[in-house]
Each structure stands twice: as C-alpha cells, then as structure tokens.
Nanobody, 115 residues
Framework: QVQLVESGGGLVQPGGSLRLSCVASGSIFGIRVMGWYRQAPGKQRERVATSTSTDNTNYADSVKGRFTISRDNAKDTMSLQMNSLKPEDTAVYYC?????????WGKGTLVTVTS
C-alpha cells in the first residue's frame, strides 16, 4: 500500500525559509506528475508546484521565484524549498503523486508564517 508522508513544516517568520520533504513508501509505478498543493484556512486546495516525469516544472504565480520543487525518481521522494516566505503562504501543504493508475496524497504538513 502506498503512503506519502510530508515533513518539514513549522513556524517561520516572514522572509524566512523552510524545506518540505515527501517520502513515498510502497511501490509506485507509472508516475506522471509529482507535486505540492496547499490549503489555507477557509480556502480551497490549490496547486503550488508540479514536476512531470519529463522534468517539466510548473509553479503557481504566487510562488514563482521563491519556491523550488525537486524530485528523486529513484527514491520516490520530492522536496519543496520555500524561500522569502510570506504570511499568505500559511497553509497545510500536501504532496501528491499522479500515476497512470491513480493518485496518492499525503496527510499534509502545516506551514505557518507569522511575526
């Protein structure tokens, strides 16, 4: 059974940095896209960054130039480096893997940006 586990969330001041990690357990075949999403209180879940199997990356406009997604295909892990954090980045961050056969979600890790 595939499980995704996020880590690295926490409390940080505006302008600070955090690095989120996502580790997948179990065998995953046919990965198409790996990505990070977030959901702020009272808002819908939104896409933050994605990385395809052909190494194409895509970022939400709100995080371009500040966040960087990376992946290790051999280990089925991915990370999200978040710099210059803003209070509006506060949310629960989820990792997601989409395969040819379905998708998987982690349970999320909370990022709080506040002074």
């Amino acid at each position: 059974q595939v499980q995704l586990v996020e880590s690295g969330g926490g409390l940080v001041q505006p302008g600070g940095s955090l690095r989120l990690s996502c580790v997948a357990s179990g065998s995953i075949f046919g990965i198409r896209v790996m990505g990070w999403y977030r959901q702020a209180p009272g808002k819908q879940r939104e896409r933050v960054a994605t990385s395809t199997s052909t190494d194409n990356t895509n970022y939400a406009d709100s995080v371009k130039g500040r966040f960087t997604i990376s992946r290790d295909n051999a280990k089925d892990t991915m990370s999200l480096q978040m710099n210059s954090l803003k209070p509006e980045d506060t949310a629960v961050y989820y990792c997601n893997i989409e395969t040819l056969f379905g998708g998987y979600w982690g349970k999320g890790t909370l990022v709080t940006v506040t002074s």
